[in-house]
């Protein structure tokens, strides 16, 4: 456990509506991410941040959008809401040099209707 | 661009016994690391080993162990006397080295992990 905390937990909202997921880390890690798993897949990479106010894309940004104020927040936004996002998202930390280990939160169910 | 392949997405095994999960990549890379994450039903994803790739030693934790052949790009789990507990998703992941900051994993599909009391 790195204490990451997700919010929601779970989440049903409707198709065009914006959505915003929030990941809060304990321990002041510089980098962080957001990822998403769906069957098939595996675990893809959304976004990632590497310090406060610094973000970059991964594979699988598009219809998303992040923010990270603080160093223990990351926000991640969906701006309007599509099917194809009904996902289970994972925000996860890394410890950096020398053991490069993430640490992943407890995930959130999004289901778009 | 990196890729990590797990050829199973099926396994299962005998309570107490020893289990193989099997996982390849691609990469150009010299320098990376290779982890195993467990996805049990409550959705964690849990750390179960690291490996460097510029260690020739495999890695080992209590029952969990690695068998990293890094000319095959290969790194396969073995899981020792299996519990009930193991039972789950196992996912290989890459990591490479960048100068840039982009310290993402790389994921393969993952296997389903069951275990036969």
């Known amino acids: 456990d790195a204490g990451i905390t997700q919010s929601p937990r779970h989440k049903v909202t409707e198709t065009g509506t914006p959505v915003t997921l929030r990941c809060h880390q304990t321990?002041?890690?510089?980098?962080m991410y957001w990822y998403r798993q769906d069957p098939g897949h595996g675990l893809r990479l959304i976004h990632y941040s590497y310090g406060v106010k610094d973000t970059d894309k991964g594979e699988v940004s598009d219809g998303y959008s992040v923010s990270r104020s603080k160093t223990e927040d990351f926000l991640l936004t969906l701006e309007s809401a599509t099917s194809s996002q009904t996902s289970v998202y994972f925000c996860?930390?890394?410890?950096?040099?020398?053991?490069?280990?993430?640490?992943f939160g407890p995930g959130t169910r999004l289901t778009v209707t | 661009a990196q890729t990590v392949t797990q050829s199973q997405p099926e396994m299962s095994v005998q309570e107490a016994e020893t289990v193989t999960l099997s996982c390849t990549y691609d990469t150009s890379e010299s320098d990376y690391y290779l982890f195993w994450y467990k996805q049990p039903p409550s959705r964690q994803m849990i750390l179960v080993i690291r490996q460097e790739a510029y260690k020739q030693q495999n890695a080992t934790e209590n029952r969990f162990s690695v068998n990293f052949q890094k000319a095959a790009k290969s790194f396969s789990l073995k899981i020792s006397d299996s519990q009930l507990g193991d039972a789950a998703m196992y996912f290989c992941?890459?990591?490479?080295?960048?100068?840039?900051?982009?310290?993402?994993?790389?994921f393969g599909t993952g296997t389903r992990l069951t275990i036969i009391p």
């Open positions: 321990e002041n890690h510089r980098y």
């Open positions: 996860a930390v890394c410890t950096g040099f020398p053991t490069y280990e993430q640490y």
């Open positions: 992941a890459y990591r490479g080295i960048s100068n840039f900051g982009n310290e993402k994993l790389t």
